[in-house]
């Protein structure tokens, strides 16, 4: 075997392309199907996302609505039920609630900022840590015996 001798497997070559640019003799030289002229002709041509051939472009035509606060602060939330379905599971220990315990067992993201509410009911008394508490996750809490630390 040699290296003039080798050649594609069968069926693996399914397109017999022309090359292109490689002289007039080819048939496919000279400007090698990039017509004359224009961006498109040069090479490293890109078109810009969203370009419409100096038209405007549609995100531009389309009219802006609302406001976006950027010092607005999001807050993850979580409800009461959620608490006290970890207690009935056994997975908060010692009746107290914080970040941590939230984030082991995937109610919030470590980086998230989290606020309690008041949805359901609490029969366990637990000493919830968190960064903010709505009024009547507030009170639920106290009422059953618990504490609220606002971290």
């Known amino acids: 075997m040699e290296l003039s001798n080798l050649s594609p497997s069968k069926g693996s070559v399914t397109t017999k392309k022309k090359r ?3 002289g007039q003799g080819s048939g496919k030289g000279g400007t090698a199907t990039r017509g004359h ?12 996302l969203g370009f419409e051939g ?12 609302g406001f976006k606060n950027i010092n607005r602060v999001e807050y993850q939330p979580v409800n009461l039920k959620a608490l006290q379905l970890l207690v009935d599971s056994k997975k908060i220990k010692k009746g107290t609630v914080n970040i941590n315990v939230l984030i082991e067992n995937g109610l919030v993201g470590k980086n998230d900022l989290v606020k309690i509410l008041g949805s359901g009911e ?6 919830v840590e968190a960064h ?3 009024k009547s996750a507030q009170e639920l809490i106290e009422k059953s015996g618990g504490e609220v630390k606002i971290l």
């Open 122 to 127: 609490l029969k366990t008394a637990l000493k």
């Open 37 to 48: 002229k224009g961006a498109k002709s040069r090479s490293g041509y890109s078109k810009k």
């Open 132 to 134: 903010k508490f709505s």
């Open 54 to 65: 100096g038209q405007m472009p549609l995100q531009r035509r389309i009219p802006k609505f």
């Open 20 to 22: 292109l640019g490689r």
